[in-house]
């Protein structure tokens, strides 16, 4: 990949950043290479790793790394836990941001925000205090739920939990059986204000 030199207000320097993502439906991997196409707009000259299919030996090239994951109930998806786990200590000398693909946007329309905050912690705040962990920025997005991929169990009990209440709140299926619960202009706004971040 060609290199791209960043300007900051302390010169001119290359900037690389690292994205790596683990994704169940999708979601997560489409949210990964809009952050990633924001931050190349930016001039940053950004990787993207699948973490179920790429191992990743060393980080030291890179200046930030962003960890995203989808979650199947509130686990992340295990290649983005491995990954934070096996650099857990090289990340207190990277700029760190960490996303997760969830089905909070529900509870987000609905004005719970008892469950919003419950999600938030038990997908982000518990990940950073069990890896001590200091994020620059977290972000909780929306994700996909598709039924049509779910096993029998699976999909019964997320139909009981979730079915009506996707649309009670308007949410549509994109396709049968999927619901694409991301906000596009959240995820942008958050990368942006990220930009602003790594630019200091």
């Not at 290199?3 to 900037?15: C, D, F, L, V």
Request: charged share 30%; net charge positive; proline share 2%.
């Amino acid at each position: 990949m060609l290199s791209i030199t960043a300007r900051h207000s302390h010169g001119s320097e290359k900037t690389e950043g690292l994205i790596v993502y683990g994704t169940t439906f999708g979601a997560t991997k489409g949210t990964s290479e809009e952050i990633a196409r924001i931050l190349r707009e930016q001039k940053f000259d950004v990787k993207i790793v699948n973490a179920q299919e790429e191992k990743i030996n060393d980080i030291s090239d890179y200046r930030f790394i962003i960890v995203g994951s989808s979650l199947a109930n509130c686990r992340w998806n295990k290649g983005a836990e491995d990954f934070l786990k096996k650099f857990n200590k090289e990340f207190a000398n990277k700029k760190l941001a960490l996303f997760v693909s969830s089905v909070a946007p529900i509870a987000e329309r609905e004005g719970n925000t008892e469950e919003v905050d419950k999600e938030r912690k038990i997908a982000l705040e518990d990940k950073v205090s069990k890896y001590k962990l200091k994020p620059v920025a977290m972000g909780l997005f929306g994700g996909i739920l598709n039924y049509n991929k779910m096993g029998f169990i699976a999909r019964k009990g997320m139909e009981i939990a979730f079915k009506s209440r996707l649309q009670e709140n308007g949410f549509k299926e994109i396709e049968p059986g999927v619901y694409d619960l991301r906000n596009w202009n959240t995820i942008r706004n958050w990368t942006q204000e990220l930009v602003r971040v790594l630019n200091s």
